[in-house]
């Protein structure tokens, strides 16, 4: 049946076959370009072609055309011999014709299996607009295509310009990831060591100690973590920041109009404080009517608007200052419980009314589906992107960027190119609620939980990382990172090998001829005490990002 549709495929449209260079790049370099505007002209195709191209001519690759039985003009390519062990990123311009605009997407089919998505762009006709995705072959494959079809099906014509796709073995990947994290998560520290008088202390005994990390890594918790000192202790031992699961929704803190209920709220909040841990505000509206509390349900007009209002004025005056970030309106791509009440500008009203009751904290929007697949026509990432930009454009103080982030079997390049696209708004991007579905065994979701953590933690755009992995004692929503006993799954020995990773461990040297010790270390907060001869300094450094060498002067 899988041979059968990829000659569908085949059948469907009119192909240029032609044979394609398949060497791996010479540099192994990854290309985070990436646009979301439409322009008059097509940018060059990244990587020159990479393998879209013929032989090793170089030449752009022809299209011919065809008009499918749904009334698509599009053109495709058919590339050979494929890996299962490569990444592939893959990336084009396109351009319509016969409507205005529409929902593009990139497809792969191969003889080894049936087609799937590898990337999505809401095109346009009359400029070119960026498709940016890849894709990893569960096996390698002889002969495939990529080919491109609209998700409303109207009559039209799709042009392709500067179609490129790259392919990364898995140690280039590897090593990018590595770049990348060098140069934006540590930064080289010079520390210069002399006596009262400006002589430089040569053998200087230095020991470095990072006593905090400025990346933030951390996961929701619930109520089940009050009065539970293992649970806590595990918690507070591992993360720096946190986000409570449900207790600050509508229909926790509010199940009866006017009946307020923050007690577990404000026990989470007290842990957390105790702990210097920072937390997320999740979340002040929820789209979902299913999520919105009974008795909201049945309100409308101005007695929907009043509470909506209250529900701002209540939960942000008691929290002013407290909560980093606020999810305002959660999942606002799928749902429209609010807006379909309220107008199209409500949205709109909760980001001005939350920026006007707490200015200091970052408003978000939340949503899933965006950076997990491309198949969810809701969630698409230029669909994110448009929304994000009415709301810029309409006023809202939006600042930044939530990818949930619920995965079943990742896709690594399209995660990349898609973040790749969202950085080009230069907000902040966080992933909100990671986690594995439970539909994998306990080792699967832990080497699935390793890549997108890898992943998230090296793209340079992303600045925070949460799980959503709260305990309770019939376990968690998708994936738990311990047992009720606190004992570490799979999945929590991922994380804490990459916590120890991700830290700067103790380091010990002595000052060169210069009275000098450097190190290469993780953003964070640092402990560096200096002994010689008889005498000995402690001094305390924040070393925040930058592309200078940090320099640190004690005296002893």
């Not at 290309?31 to 008059?40: G, I, M, N, R």
């Not at 026990?267 to 997320?280: E, G, H, P, S, Y």
């Not at 040297?509 to 402690?538: C, P, Q």
């Amino acid at each position: 049946m899988r041979i059968a549709l990829f000659l569908e495929v085949l059948l469907l449209i009119e192909l240029l076959t032609f044979m394609l260079c398949i060497a791996a790049p010479s540099n192994g370099w990854y290309d985070y370009t990436a646009y979301t505007e439409c322009k008059s002209e097509p940018e060059p195709a990244l990587y020159n072609g990479g393998i879209l191209k013929y032989g090793d001519s170089g030449d752009e690759v022809p299209f011919t055309y065809q008009t499918t039985e749904t009334g698509v003009y599009s053109p495709a390519f058919v590339v050979y011999g494929l890996n299962q062990s490569t990444k592939y990123t893959f990336s084009c311009w396109i351009k319509l014709e016969g409507t205005y605009s529409s929902l593009i997407t990139a497809r792969l089919s191969t003889d080894t299996s049936g087609n799937r998505c590898i990337g999505t762009v809401l095109a346009q006709s009359g400029c070119w607009s960026f498709l940016k995705g890849g894709f990893v072959l569960d096996s390698s494959s002889q002969s495939a295509v990529i080919f491109f079809h609209n998700a409303d099906r109207n009559a039209l014509k799709i042009s392709v310009a500067g179609g490129s796709l790259q392919p990364f073995s898995t140690e280039q990947w590897s090593m990018h990831q590595q770049d990348s994290i060098r140069k934006r998560r540590k930064r080289a520290v010079t520390v210069h060591v002399a006596d009262s008088r400006g002589n430089r202390l040569i053998n200087a005994s230095v020991t470095v100690q990072q006593i905090s990390k400025e990346f933030p890594l951390g996961s929701a918790i619930a109520d089940t973590i009050v009065g539970n000192p293992a649970y806590q202790s595990w918690f507070a031992e591992r993360f720096n920041a946190a986000v409570f699961e449900n207790e600050l929704k509508w229909y926790a803190t509010e199940p009866v109009a006017g009946l307020m209920n923050y007690d577990s709220a404000d026990q989470l909040l007290d842990f957390v404080r105790a702990n210097r841990i920072m937390v997320r505000g999740h979340n002040i509206f929820w789209e979902n009517q299913e999520t919105t509390p009974s008795w909201v349900r049945n309100l409308t007009g101005d007695d929907l608007r009043n509470a909506v209002k209250n529900r701002i004025t209540n939960l942000m005056t008691r929290y002013k200052g407290e909560f980093a970030h606020w999810d305002v309106n959660n999942e606002m791509l799928h749902y429209n419980f609010y807006e379909q009440r309220l107008g199209p500008n409500a949205s709109l009203e909760f980001f001005d009314t939350a920026q006007d009751a707490d200015p200091l904290a970052t408003l978000f929007m939340n949503e899933y589906n965006v950076i997990e697949t491309c198949d969810d026509t809701f969630s698409t990432v230029d669909t994110y992107v448009t929304r994000l930009k009415e709301l810029k454009n309409g006023g809202a103080i939006l600042e930044g960027i939530g990818l949930e982030g619920h995965f079943s079997r990742p896709n690594i390049p399209l995660m990349r190119g898609i973040l790749d696209k969202l950085a080009t708004l230069n907000l902040p991007i966080w992933f909100t609620e990671i986690d594995i579905s439970n539909s994998f065994d306990a080792h699967t979701q832990a080497q699935y939980l390793e890549e997108v953590l890898r992943e998230a933690y090296s793209h340079p755009s992303v600045s925070g990382i949460m799980l959503w992995t709260a305990m309770h004692q019939n376990g968690c929503y998708q994936m738990c990172l311990t047992d009720w006993n606190m004992r570490n799954l799979p999945t929590g020995d991922t994380v804490d090998m990459l916590l120890q990773e991700w830290v700067t461990n103790q380091l010990t040297g002595a000052t060169d001829i210069h009275g000098s010790y450097s190190f290469l270390g993780f953003l964070g907060e640092y402990k560096v005490t200096v002994n010689y001869a008889n005498r000995s300094t402690v001094a305390f450094m924040s070393l925040p990002q930058g592309a200078e060498t940090r320099q640190l002067n004690v005296q002893v």
